[in-house]
């Protein structure tokens, strides 16, 4: 079974410094990985997925992820924090092989401060 | 163009009850997912649907049900409302299943409605 972990439930960080929110995953074969951002009240909102290539992939509002395949991860990075940047992060996972949901990790919530 | 619509927007009922969510999918799009996602929680996949066919279930008791419509539209139902079933209903559209195409639809962004926030009391 496939499975999603956020080790954090909530990360803090000073606007215009770089933040990372944590993201690890299991699948039996290869994985198709998501971001996607929750702002109150509101749905999920895709931010960046890896598919294939290159491990460093480039999303929506300056994010971006590394796949690590040894590391079994794939954590968010932006270089420079926005206070708008604050709101709830979801990890999500689809095993390339067979039809299987994309299943997402419980969330952490980033709270970036002026 | 519109993105994917959900109604209500928010209800309230009571234990035993029964309630019908709605969802319209993005033009276009002919797969339709709906999660659950309770309080502090991440989403969990209850249904997935593709040409009016159920293509996944999740872990979910029988109470909850579903059905797409030939204009791809969908209806998540859910029988003898429990306490803990207070949770937003997530409805997602995207472009194809995870079947025959999978190696380019299982790689299909899900865009998501906003939700239907649900409260049984």
């Known amino acids: 079974a496939q499975s999603v972990a956020q080790p954090e439930d909530q990360v803090n960080v000073a606007e215009g410094n770089p933040l990372t929110v944590k993201c690890t995953y299991s699948?039996?074969?290869?994985?198709?990985l998501f971001w996607y951002v929750q702002y109150p009240n509101r749905g999920l909102q895709f931010l960046l997925k890896y598919i294939t290539g290159d491990n460093l992939v480039k999303g929506s509002y300056g994010f971006e992820a590394e796949f690590n395949k040894s590391q079994t991860s794939f954590h968010l990075k932006k270089p420079s924090a926005l206070v708008s940047d604050s709101a709830l992060y979801f990890c999500a996972v689809r095993d390339r092989a067979g039809n299987t949901p994309l299943v997402f990790g419980k969330g952490t919530r980033l709270s970036v401060i002026a | 163009d519109a993105g994917v619509t959900q109604s209500p927007t928010h209800l309230i009922k009571t234990r035993g009850q029964h309630v019908t969510l709605r969802c319209s999918p993005i033009s276009g799009h002919k797969s339709v997912s709906w999660y659950q996602q309770v309080l502090g929680q991440g989403p969990q996949f209850i249904f997935q649907?593709?040409?009016?066919?159920?293509?996944g279930r999740g872990n979910f008791p029988d109470r909850f049900s579903a059905r797409q419509f030939p204009n791809y539209s969908s209806e998540l139902n859910v029988n003898a409302l429990l306490l803990g079933d207070s949770a937003l209903y997530l409805c997602?559209?995207?472009?194809?299943?995870?079947?025959?195409?999978?190696?380019?639809?299982?790689?299909?962004?899900?865009?998501f409605g906003a939700g239907s926030r649900l409260t049984v009391l």
């Open positions: 649907y593709y040409e009016k066919e159920e293509r």
């Open positions: 699948v039996s074969g290869n994985p198709y």
């Open positions: 997602a559209s995207s472009l194809a299943d995870g079947g025959a195409l999978l190696l380019v639809s299982g790689a299909n962004v899900l865009t």
